[in-house]
T-cell receptor
């Protein structure tokens, strides 16, 4: 059963606008969340993370928001750039699982110039 | 740093054949992970090793799948016999053990079983 869900398989956004990618999880033991970015023919690369003790983490144009009560997190990209076009994977981990990550199915973001 | 190295990058084989995927983790990393990417399930963890020891293989789909890590710099994922439903991209990743250390992924092996 999928413990991390990304319900939007794709998203298209105009360059310069905000991109919002969503992720839901079911396991209340998850306490660390990550976003990975994947270009075609490459492996995923780490983008940004957030611990459950925070509700927001910002890194340049990328901000991740965590709503623990709703078991929901989101990635905001502002402003979106054509180079951001990629597949974005949400992942979660629990302390008890060491560094075992549970990934979602991914959202393909297309930023239109 | 060369990053995580996987070979081959592409593999096309016929149903029933044995397939071996290879991975060289980043030097100094002591955790290694094998993932499979499919449209339906995204990135699934198949197995992971800490210090060359398999820790969790609950994601290995069937007995047809096996993985080994004979030393700190090499791991294999073997499928025998292969089936068309095994067609997917297989990723290897490595990290430092424990905590929330970032996993670094290889470029993947695209497997097609005809």
């Amino acid at each position: 059963d999928q413990q991390v869900k990304q319900n939007s398989p794709s998203l298209s956004v105009q360059e310069g606008r905000i991109s919002i990618l969503n992720c839901d999880y079911t396991n209340s033991m998850f306490d660390y969340f990550l976003w990975y970015k994947k270009y075609p023919a490459e492996g995923p690369t780490f983008l940004i993370s957030i611990s459950s003790i925070k509700d927001k983490n910002e890194d340049g144009r990328f901000t991740v928001f965590l709503n623990k009560s709703a078991k929901h997190l989101s990635l905001h990209i502002v402003p979106s750039q054509p180079g951001d076009s990629a597949v974005y994977f949400c992942a979660a981990s629990a302390v008890s699982g060491a560094n075992n990550l549970f990934f979602g199915t991914g959202t393909r973001l297309t930023v239109i110039p | 740093d060369a990053g995580v190295i996987q070979s081959p990058r592409h593999e096309v084989t016929e149903m029933g054949q044995e397939v071996t995927l290879r991975c060289k983790p980043i030097s100094g990393h002591n955790s290694l992970f094998w993932y499979r990417q499919t449209m339906m399930r995204g990135l699934e963890l198949l197995i992971y090793f800490n210090n060359n020891v398999p820790i969790d293989d609950s994601g290995m789909p069937e007995d047809r799948f096996s993985a080994k890590m004979p030393n700190a710099s090499f791991s294999t994922l073997k499928i025998q016999p292969s089936e068309p439903r095994d067609s997917a991209v297989y990723f290897c990743a490595s990290s430092l053990e424990g905590g929330y250390n970032e996993q670094f992924f290889g470029p993947g092996t695209r497997l097609t079983v005809l």
